[in-house]
């Protein structure tokens, strides 16, 4: 069965500043690794996908990296802002067709101003 | 990116009555549908797989009779809860999954759902 890890529960930062969030999986053989955030009482937010062969995806600020074999994948958020604050999911799929996703915990992230 | 809509966004309603909430796909074609639950301040718990024109596939634990699921097309599920129930409260969440785009799979803005 599928875990999925994510470190820290809660992360709080001031503005400015560069930060990594972290999540690990137990079973490597996943088809791909998505990164969502989520406001409070609203859904999610799809950030980044990572497909099993990449070893990393970027979008603005946002950079994904995916380490197949040790069952990771580190979130980067870069000159972090206020707007960052949310909870931030990662979950891995393992493959064919209607499988579904296995989440992590969430990591929820405060940056002050 | 692609949108997926929830209707509604909340709903009261009293114990023993039937809430259906729908879920669509604005701009892509969704073969495979998920619905979640979430409770204050914990992740996503899956319910039930939702695939168009087939019998929707339920986790373990989720009563079919009392969450009933139509995938009626490829843009719209349902998920219905009937003779609703206090302990039913929570935030429901569907999901679908774009097959075109590296099966990116999108989230709905959710429903929250207070059974009185």
């Known amino acids: 069965k599928q875990e999925v890890t994510q470190i820290p529960a809660a992360l709080s930062v001031p503005e400015g500043e560069n930060l990594v969030l972290n999540c690990s999986f137990t079973?490597?053989?996943?088809?791909?690794l998505q990164w969502f955030r989520q406001d409070p009482g609203k859904g999610l937010t799809s950030l980044l996908l990572i497909q099993s062969s990449q070893r990393e995806q970027t979008s603005g600020r946002l950079n994904a990296s995916l380490d197949k074999s040790s069952g990771r994948s580190t979130l980067y958020i870069a000159a972090s802002q206020p707007g960052d604050s949310a909870t931030y999911l990662c979950?891995?799929?393992?493959?064919?067709?209607?499988?579904?996703?296995?989440f992590g915990e969430g990591t929820q992230l405060t940056v002050n101003p | 990116g692609a949108v997926v809509s929830q209707h509604p966004s909340w709903v009261i309603c009293k114990s023993g009555t039937s809430v259906k909430i729908e879920c669509r796909s604005l701009d892509f074609q969704a073969t495979t549908m998920f619905w979640y639950r979430q409770f204050p301040k914990q992740s996503l718990m899956l319910m039930a797989t939702?695939?168009?024109?087939?019998?929707?596939?339920?986790e373990q634990g989720v009563e079919k009779d009392k969450f009933l699921i139509n995938h009626a097309s490829l843009t719209l599920s349902t998920l219905t809860v009937t003779s609703a129930h206090p302990e039913d409260s929570s935030f429901y969440i569907c999901?679908?999954?774009?097959?075109?785009?590296?099966?990116?799979?999108?989230f709905g803005p959710g429903t929250r759902l207070l059974v009185l």
């Open positions: 079973d490597s053989a996943i088809y791909n």
């Open positions: 979950a891995v799929r393992l493959g064919g067709s209607g499988s579904r996703l296995t």
């Open positions: 999901s679908a999954r774009d097959p075109g785009v590296g099966e990116t799979q999108y």
């Open positions: 939702s695939n168009e024109g087939s019998k929707a596939t339920y």
